[in-house]
């Protein structure tokens, strides 16, 4: 199989294992106080998803509708509570449970007003416990939502990182992503979250829009570095199913060009990064030399728990993966949010996937190859009592032959460059059986 038929199996990121798209119903709904009895939660993730965005960008399948009727946000955040409260006796004795990194996503949680954005921070802090000023807090924002009186609250709140949502600084470009923005808008926005002081600022960006260019996109990451940016995300511009991009373009089928060109301008923004100071954590992220790190020393997402709350979020035990139901299309969503305000029983599981020992290795050696730092050898040894190459050593060499993984025979497994540029790619080939049926049965809706 060539490296084009390879990148054009796959049109998604792949960020978690297993995807959404492989959970069931959950018949036994088992309770959250079971679930979470033995486990270890003395650093633990938490995660507020916030399902409401003012335009859906044509590239985009996160589950997320565009505005709210009157109330509806009023309404979630009570629900959020409601979940808060089941989940925080759900998780046992109080002096066993600790935080140590805290997200809010979405969708845009800054779609909610300051005030709201006030109590959503509440809702973390009193109901579960997590102490926002004292561990890293992640934010996710657009330009048109971030304004001047939410960010005072993010940053008052202990908002350590802001993720803005740019994707492109050329007109043009954006609205061929069906993402309606003018750069002055987004440069106003920009002024303000450096105006709010927060420590990090990340601005995502996507290659690969109809009539980009090279030199259009070099423009772009100029124009963010201008800004000099703690963090930057390249991502490459998928056309998914259900999305807006995917009912403009119809199925065209494989594009081999296409994905030569999204390869070319990879590694021209890769390449821009490092000459100027950044230096790559994956195949999407660039931290700049010297800027502060996000994140907590003592949270991995390979091995340590999450909590998530709202009807987008995942939850994670050592034996299960569990959320919500999952859709894309817009009729869809509205109906799971609106079953979530209405839901008053959070203290059970519905939708989830069971995690054998087999698959908590998947995950780690997945999610440890897909960063540039890679996997040690002896710490994955030391985990499960045996390496990497005894558990996966035919998908590992299929990578190796491909000339996507450094050093096969080393202490240290990591993907060369090559691999990281085909991060999307390498992370379904380790898909396991069971998890690749589940989500090709999976119905679409």
């Known amino acids: 199989m060539t490296t084009a038929q390879l990148t054009s199996r796959y049109q998604h990121y792949v960020y978690a294992y297993p995807h959404k798209t492989a959970y069931r119903r959950l018949l036994d709904r088992p309770a959250l106080r079971s679930l979470w009895a033995t486990e270890d939660k003395s650093a633990l993730s938490l995660y507020l998803h ?231 954590q994956s195949m999407r992220m660039f931290r700049r030399s010297g800027a502060p790190q996000q994140g907590a020393d003592d949270y991995a997402c390979q091995t340590d728990g999450m909590i998530g709350l709202g009807c987008g979020a995942r939850s994670y035990t050592a034996g299960l993966h569990y959320s919500f139901d999952y859709a894309v299309g817009m009729h869809e969503i509205r109906g799971i949010i609106d079953d979530y305000v209405a839901t008053t029983d959070f203290a059970h599981a519905e939708v989830g996937h069971r995690m054998d020992a087999h698959e908590s290795r998947r995950r780690h050696l997945l999610q440890s190859l897909l960063q540039a730092e890679g996997l040690p050898v002896d710490d994955y040894r030391a985990r499960f009592g045996a390496g990497p190459f005894d558990d996966f050593g035919a998908e590992l060499l299929r990578l190796a032959d491909r000339g996507w993984l450094a050093d096969a025979d080393s202490a240290h497994l990591r993907l060369t460059p090559e691999g990281l540029a085909h991060s999307d790619a390498v992370g379904p080939e380790l898909f396991s059986p069971a998890v690749r049926a589940a989500m090709a049965a999976y119905e679409r809706k």
Request: charged share 25%.
């Open 50 to 280: 916030i399902p409401f965005c003012e335009v859906r960008c044509g590239f985009c399948n996160l589950f997320t509708r565009i505005g709210a009727p009157d109330g509806l946000t009023g309404a979630y955040l009570d629900a959020l509570e409601r979940q808060a409260d089941a989940v925080r006796e759900g998780l046992g004795e109080t002096d066993q449970v600790r935080f140590a990194t805290a997200a809010f996503g979405g969708g845009t949680p800054t779609f909610l007003t300051a005030t709201e954005l006030a109590r959503l921070c509440d809702i973390a802090e009193h109901r579960m416990g997590a102490d926002l000023r004292a561990i890293p807090l992640s934010v996710e924002a657009s330009p048109a939502t971030a304004t001047a009186d939410r960010l005072a609250v993010l940053a008052e709140r202990g908002t350590t990182r802001l993720s803005l949502g740019v994707q492109s600084f050329v007109d043009t470009e954006a609205r061929a992503a069906v993402r309606p923005q003018r750069r002055a808008d987004v440069e106003a926005a920009l002024a303000r979250i450096r105006d709010a002081a927060i420590p990090v600022l990340n601005i995502d960006l996507i290659y690969g829009i109809d009539g980009q260019t090279e030199q259009t996109w070099l423009r772009s990451l100029d124009a963010a570095l201008a800004w000099r940016p703690e963090e930057l995300y390249l991502y490459p511009l998928y056309v998914r199913p259900l999305t807006g991009l995917d009912r403009h373009r119809g199925d065209r089928g494989p594009d081999p060009a296409w994905d030569a060109q999204r390869l070319r301008l990879y590694r021209a923004g890769r390449d821009h990064l490092l000459a100027r100071g950044y230096t790559q």
